[in-house]
């Protein structure tokens, strides 16, 4: 059963445009989520994460959004930059104490 | 080191045989957690350990695989009869628990082919 979606197995976006990653969850005791993104052959690196008393946190060029009730959530990139290339997942737990469940991935292709 | 140490880095082994893979959490971490990734898919959970707790071990594939963590550092996850489909990366993370927001740092992981 997979709890955290990640429908889109590979987007492309123009360079300096905005990139939009999806994630769907279906644990509605879920209230902590994360953005992972992972370059080949590393580990993946933590990016920006988003507590269910918020509904969008931002830092610098990526921005996260939360939907409760649609169970969905999404990561925004704007201006997307060549060295976004990379696989990004979704991540979410039931409290900052459980563990982390991961979505599938999508890997994100800024075309030049 | 600063970061979470996996070793080895790359492994082929025989079918049948069993492995062993090694993680050195950041320093101070109480968490630790094991996932794999296999071709083409997701990070898939295998176990968590947090502070001296019971381990979550309800993402472990099969009876075949069992991990631990000594002294509450440094962590083995051992495979043994190794089959095929067990070929994927084996990724280690660590966190400082609850109070770091649950923010895991990975290893670069352990490539297991089988063979």
Request: hydrophobic fraction near 30%; charged fraction near 20%; aromatic fraction near 10%.
């Amino acid at each position: 059963d997979q709890q955290v979606k990640q429908n889109s197995p590979s987007l492309s976006v123009q360079e300096g445009r905005i990139s939009i990653l999806n994630c769907d969850y279906t644990n509605s005791m879920f209230d902590y989520f994360l953005w992972y993104k992972k370059y080949p052959a590393e580990g993946p690196t933590f990016l920006i994460s988003i507590s269910s008393i918020k509904d969008k946190n931002e830092d610098g060029r990526f921005t996260v959004f939360l939907n409760k009730s649609a169970k969905h959530l999404s990561l925004h990139i704007v201006p997307s930059q060549p060295g976004d290339s990379a696989v990004y997942f979704c991540a979410a737990s039931r409290n900052r104490d459980d563990k982390i469940i991961f979505g599938k991935g999508t890997r994100l292709h800024i075309l030049p | 080191g600063a970061g979470v140490s996996q070793s080895p880095s790359n492994k082929v082994t025989e079918k049948g045989k069993d492995v062993e893979l090694r993680c050195d959490p950041i320093s101070g971490h109480t968490a630790l957690y094991w996932y794999r990734q296999s071709l083409g898919q997701g990070l898939e959970f295998l176990i968590y350990f947090q502070g001296n707790s019971a381990p979550d071990k309800s993402g472990l594939p099969s009876d075949r695989f069992s991990a631990e963590r000594t002294g509450g550092s440094v962590s083995t996850l051992t495979i043994q009869r190794t089959q095929q489909e067990d070929s994927a990366v084996y990724l280690c993370a660590s966190s400082t628990g609850p109070s770091s927001g649950n923010t895991i740092y990975f290893g670069e992981g352990s490539w297991l082919t089988v063979v």
